[in-house]
């Protein structure tokens, strides 16, 4: 039989189009398609949420693909070890409590199958700013990352979500907007954001995990973003506590919903 450019064409609308209208109204949305954002989206899924990811870019994956400096391989301590195997990712010791693993697998394992759990993603889009109601953050606010790039004045679309997670990395892009508009109010000790601090990752490892809250009514933030938020040093390419606390936030959402 023929192949039909029209129908190609049609199928690809068809489909995006379902695609978008059926995720109009979230349990959960998440910015950032890094480890931490793809591992929450994995076990929200995972437990039937319905949960759809936004990603500037092309590629989700984040900061895991280029490794350490773009020694593409990453380094995962003991405790987030069960997270690669659940995932199917293979590691090695390297001593004891260093793991180490391929960060073209991990990147492109997380992404397959968070996916796979039922996670729908929207790549090259960009959140720009958020939906709210008075103090409680509502959904996002999207438009194309070429729209962004190319600086066009087109207005945004707006998705409706139960909760957003902020896993934008060290840019925390949602707290941010939020910040902006509820100057001094977020739910860290100054009412601020912190900041990232210099790279400690013993500390940073752990801090993750804390971090790992709600900063504003509806807002949660998860991986670089929560250090970022909170006032957390950076940890270099040790991604444990990235995956950990995707699959922190997951957890906590899961009892909220
Ligand atoms: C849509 C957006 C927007 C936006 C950003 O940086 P990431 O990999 O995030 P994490 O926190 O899961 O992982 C951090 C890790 O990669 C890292 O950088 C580490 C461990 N650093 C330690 C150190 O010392 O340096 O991914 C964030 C993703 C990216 O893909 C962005 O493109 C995307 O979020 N993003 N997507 N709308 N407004 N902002």
């Known amino acids: ?27 959960v949305a998440i910015v950032g398609g890094g480890p931490s954002g793809l591992v929450a989206g ?7 949420k319905k949960v759809a ?24 301590q003991e405790a987030a070890k069960p997270i690669l195997d659940e995932f199917g990712i293979r590691s090695r010791e390297y001593e004891k409590n260093y793991f180490t693993a391929d960060s073209v697998e991990s ?3 997380f992404c397959s199958k968070a996916l796979q759990a039922g996670l729908t993603v929207f790549n090259c ?23 962004e790039m190319a600086g066009l004045h087109i207005d945004p679309l707006t ?13 925390t892009e949602v707290v941010n907007v939020v910040y902006k508009k509820v100057p001094g109010r977020l739910m860290t000790p100054t009412g601020e954001i912190e900041g ?23 807002l949660y933030v998860a991986g670089m973003a929560a250090n970022a938020t909170f006032g957390g040093p950076r940890m270099g390419p040790i991604f ?17 919903l």
């Open 196 to 218: 990232e601090k210099s790279m400690w990752s013993d500390k940073a490892e752990t801090l993750t995990l804390e971090n790992t809250k709600e900063v504003f009514p509806g």
């Open 125 to 147: 889009m960009s959140v720009e700013d958020v939906m709210m109601r008075t103090d409680q953050v509502m959904g996002l606010v999207l438009n194309w990352s070429s729209v």
């Open 1 to 27: 039989m023929e192949i039909n450019e029209v129908v190609i064409t049609k199928a690809i609308i068809d489909r995006y189009y379902e695609k978008l209208m059926a995720n109009l109204e979230l349990d």
């Open 240 to 256: 444990g506590g990235m995956l950990l606390s995707g699959k922190k936030v997951a957890e906590e959402l899961i009892s909220r």
């Open 159 to 171: 998705v409706r979500a139960k909760f957003v997670i902020d896993t934008t990395g060290h840019a």
């Open 42 to 48: 994995y076990y929200l899924a995972k437990a039937g």
């Open 107 to 109: 990147a492109s394992t």
């Open 53 to 76: 990811l936004y990603e500037r870019k092309l590629s989700m994956g984040g900061g895991v693909w280029g490794g350490g400096m773009m020694f593409n391989e990453i380094v995962v």
